[in-house]
Each structure stands twice: as structure tokens, then as C-alpha cells.
T-cell receptor
Framework: LAKTTQPISMDSYEGQEVNITCSHNNIATNDYITWYQQFPSQGPRFIIQGYKTKVTNEVASLFIPADRKSSTLSLPRVSLSDTAVYYCLVGAGSSNTGKLIFGQGTTLQVKP | GAVVSQHPSWVICKSGTSVKIECRSLDFQATTMFWYRQFPKQSLMLMATSNEGSKATYEQGVEKDKFLINHASLTLSTLTVTSAHPEDSSFYIC?????????????FGEGSRLTVL
């Protein structure tokens, strides 16, 4: 399973755009990139998933360059409620059971 | 989105007793579920993969006799912490995948906080 590297922490202010980058140099051909958000004492919540190029949903965008060795989660106009830990995960694919290994995650602190 | 529910959400027990935590997929069938544990200010650590109708696959360093996993149906997996000790106190989280293509989109339960006195 590909290992991921993210910044341990980031600070931002309300209304700003936040970009969190994740490195996954050993990503396999059939691996997907998935981002999760976790609040204290809660299970992680799915944010977005992609395989290549750009994916956008109602809460975030995911940018994946052509070599897929990294990805960037973009949160537009963050609010205080976006303060959480964000995890980038790589793995699964159609050839295995969906097993995912969590890295250290990025703690995002949004300030007023 | 798909819903995964855990019960109980928190439990306090005496040292030496056993505790069972349930994980249910409420609106989809999950042939595979995963169990994680999380210590304060740390990431989630995968404990085991729970497969419906077969034995669970444990990660290295996880005692299978200590953490019993049963996945008897497509919507229910249970984790039993046997002879619990204070060092077993942790946040236990389950997850399930409903994606046929196994893209890695997992749905997580709310977590169960175990405190062993």
C-alpha cells in the first residue's frame, strides 16, 4: 500500500481557500486517492475521491497531476467548522479488498 | 450517503471483563468491514479486516485472541475485547465499503470509546 505524506498542521482564517497537499510517490496504477475529514471523537467522514485530473463536489476539489504522485485537496472559503484533521489515503483499487492505511493526517485550524 | 452505525458509542468496564462492540451497515450490504483503533491525538490504526462468513485478517501486532471479530452477516460485524485491561482503553472505529469496484470509498461508524478501569 502506498505511503502518504502530509503536513502535520495548517492554520487558516475564515473565508480563505485552503489547499492541503499529499505526497504518494509509490501509488499503484489501480489506486484511488481518497480524502477524509475527522472531528474529535467521531469517525472519519468521506470528503472526495479521485483517480486523475480534477474532481469537484459540493464541499471540495481534488487536483491530481498527471504523474499521480501527489494530490491537493482544496477547501473553498473555510469556516470555523472546518477545523478538523484531514487524511489523504491511497489504495484499494479493484484488485484488493479496499483496505486503507491512515497516515498522520493534517490538523487544520481555522481562526476567526 | 451510506450509513454505518456502531453500538455502544461509549462503554466503561472493569479490568478483566469482556466488551462487545457492534458495527452495522444500515442501508447497504458490506462483505468487508474494517476495525481501527485510535489513541488520543493519533491517527487511526488498522486492526483487522472482517470478512463475512470467514475468519478475520489481523494486522501485524494485533492479538487475534484478544480482539475477537465476528462477521456473521452482510450487515453486522462485532469486535469483542476480551479480558480488557486499562491499556485497551481507546476509540474503536469500524468502516465498511459498499463499492463493488473497491475504489476505497469507506463509510465509517461514529466510533466507540472504551474506558477500562
Amino acid at each position: 500500500l502506498a505511503k502518504t505524506t502530509q503536513p502535520i498542521s495548517m492554520d487558516s482564517y475564515e473565508g480563505q481557500e485552503v489547499n492541503i497537499t499529499c505526497s504518494h510517490n509509490n501509488i499503484a496504477t489501480n489506486d484511488y486517492i481518497t480524502w477524509y475529514q475527522q472531528f474529535p471523537s467521531q469517525g472519519p467522514r468521506f470528503i472526495i475521491q479521485g483517480y486523475k485530473t480534477k474532481v469537484t463536489n459540493e464541499v471540495a476539489s481534488l487536483f491530481i497531476p498527471a504523474d499521480r504522485k501527489s494530490s491537493t485537496l482544496s477547501l473553498p472559503r473555510v469556516s470555523l467548522s472546518d477545523t478538523a484533521v484531514y487524511y489523504c489515503l491511497v489504495g484499494a483499487g479493484s484488485s484488493n479488498t479496499g483496505k486503507l492505511i491512515f497516515g498522520q493526517g493534517t490538523t487544520l485550524q481555522v481562526k476567526p | 450517503g451510506a450509513v454505518v452505525s456502531q453500538h455502544p458509542s461509549w462503554v466503561i468496564c472493569k479490568s478483566g471483563t469482556s466488551v462487545k462492540i457492534e458495527c452495522r451497515s444500515l442501508d447497504f450490504q458490506a462483505t468487508t468491514m474494517f476495525w481501527y483503533r485510535q489513541f488520543p491525538k493519533q491517527s487511526l490504526m488498522l486492526m483487522a479486516t472482517s470478512n463475512e462468513g470467514s475468519k478475520a485478517t489481523y494486522e501485524q501486532g494485533v492479538e487475534k485472541d484478544k480482539f475477537l471479530i465476528n462477521h456473521a452477516s452482510l450487515t453486522l460485524s462485532t469486535l469483542t475485547v476480551t479480558s480488557a485491561h486499562p491499556e485497551d482503553s481507546s476509540f474503536y472505529i469500524c468502516s465498511a465499503s459498499r463499492s463493488v469496484a473497491n475504489t476505497g470509498e469507506l463509510f465509517f461508524g461514529e466510533g466507540s470509546r472504551l474506558t477500562v478501569l
